[in-house]
């Protein structure tokens, strides 16, 4: 007696302030892929890779946690670009060490590239199994494709 196969795994893509506007904000930066066009290739990709792939966005610190700690609670696997909160945020550093199932950080610029100092540290790589940076749209992919590797 054979079982039907079980429904794809979920994962979350979460991104952190101002990645809504990709595609406005400092393309010679961020790309010129939007945001509205990174949410359906990563759906796409996710797809392709027999996951199922919910993409969020938000400027807003404690939402974002909130997020990490249903993902923690669910044993959700997460894809984090976390923007500015990636350099600083101790709640965010708390809320990825709870995770219980993998974390890919990713990140369209390379932060250890780029000029400012402060960029140069992240809070979320010690709770990562893989950190992919400086690709650009094409990195969340990567990242995806890390992810599912990373997967029981």
Known sequence: ?????????????????????????????????????????????????????????TNHEGELLDWLNTAADAATPVVLNAGAWTHYSLALYDACAQLTAPLVEVHLSDPAQRPEEFRHHSVVTPHAVAVIAGKGADGYREALERLTSSLP
């Open 1 to 57: 007696m054979s079982s039907a196969p079980g429904p794809d795994p979920r994962v979350l893509v979460l991104n952190g302030p101002n990645l809504g506007r990709l595609g406005r904000r400092q393309p010679e930066i961020y790309g010129s892929t939007t945001y509205a066009a990174l949410v359906t290739a990563c759906v796409e990709w996710g797809r392709e890779l027999g996951l199922d792939v919910e993409v969020r966005q």
